[in-house]
């Protein structure tokens, strides 16, 4: 099997998305501290579509490692076990340290109340309604990982019954998202027929493309992006839930395609590849630092000398650390355990 790992580029795209969405909150929270950030506010402001660009590389991703295994039960179970043990210990652990704190200390987080059903469905990747009435669990960034966890559940039942799961994927997700033109239905409804899915199918599409042995010229790259940058400057004043695929989709999928033309071109740096390995921590953990370093931060500056701006960047820095300590500390040790727990059940079974 080829490794993903070998694309340095995607470390670094990844390290730059989720620096983008850290940058994207921290605006808003220094704001709220009353710094006014000027021009951070202009870059960050573009941070949200970090999270489209993840969305594509995973796609990408699922589609690079499972190429070579075959259809069946077994591909598809091994497939859900090594996610699962990606993603599930550390936002289970950092739900259970919100759902904590919520319990404990309620007036940290605003009028934020614990809501028992919420909880419950943050578990298992079920989308309902918070405290605030917004469809996200606990950990409000975890709303990313419920569309992880549907898109996995969706390319492992493809694996199981042939080998154009893609097709099969992408057919599926493409007729759920024509479903969001039926009346509302609900939560249920509105989440699962939202088409940014499609944004998993655009990375799976690379995905194939590359695993056939091709790749995409950087001049070829940079007229996508530019294009696609233009598309989405169009749709721009009517972003809505239902045209992000398109808005932020396609320029995410042309910078993911722009990083992959880079990667025999550029050596990528080192401290951008750390912080790709670290980017689902960072992407995490920055629900808490981010907020925390703000208000220590308006500690030691009560009479706001310091710039927006670089309060900004201090916010981004020290949840870039926190980051990287529990990729070191929680993610990597906890990911170790559940993978071993996973194949010592295997081998039983």
């Given amino acids: 099997m080829v490794g993903f790992r070998k694309f340095q580029s995607i470390q670094a795209l990844r390290a730059l998305a989720a620096l983008g969405v850290v940058a994207f909150h921290t605006n808003g929270n220094v704001l709220a501290y009353g710094w006014h950030p000027h021009l951070f506010a202009l870059v960050s402001r573009f941070g949200e579509i970090g999270v489209d660009v ?46 904590l704190l919520l319990v404990i200390t309620p007036s940290a987080f605003g009028n934020a109340s614990f809501n028992a059903w919420n909880a419950l469905t943050s578990f298992v990747f079920f989308p309902s309604l918070n405290w605030a009435g917004i469809t996200a669990p606990v950990v409000g960034v975890g709303w990313t990982l419920n569309y992880e966890m549907w898109f996995y559940v969706v390319f492992a039942a493809a694996m199981c019954v042939t080998r154009h799961r893609v097709l099969v994927a992408g057919t599926f997700l493409a007729l759920t998202s024509l479903l969001r033109l039926l009346p509302d239905g609900g939560v249920v409804h ?43 400057k169009a749709f721009a004043p009517t972003l809505t839930d239902t045209n992000r695929f398109l808005v932020f989709g396609l320029p995410a999928l042309a910078v993911f395609i722009a990083g992959l033309s880079l990667e025999s071109k550029v050596r990528w740096n080192a401290l951008l590849e750390r912080i790709g390995d670290s980017s689902y921590s960072l992407y995490l953990t920055h629900v808490f630092s981010v907020p925390i370093a703000a208000k220590v ?53």
């Fill in 54 to 99: 993840f969305f594509v590389i995973s796609g990408f991703i699922m589609v690079f490692v499972t190429h070579e295994q075959p259809p069946g039960f077994a591909s598809a179970r091994s497939f859900i076990a090594a996610r699962i043990a990606r993603i599930v210990p550390l936002y289970w652990l950092l739900t259970v340290l919100f759902i």
């Fill in 190 to 232: 509105q989440f699962y027929t939202n088409p940014i899915v499609l944004e998993f199918v655009f990375g799976c599409c690379v995905g194939v493309f590359y695993t056939s042995g091709r790749t995409v010229s950087l001049t070829a790259a940079v007229a996508l992006l530019l294009v696609t940058a233009a598309a989405g």
């Fill in 297 to 349: 931060l308006r500690m030691a500056d009560g009479q706001h000398r310091l710039s927006g701006d670089v309060i900004c960047v201090a916010v981004v820095v020290i949840s870039t650390i926190v980051g990287l300590v529990s990729y070191r500390l929680l993610e990597r040790p906890l990911g170790r355990l559940v993978r071993g727990r996973v194949a010592v059940g295997r081998r039983a079974a």
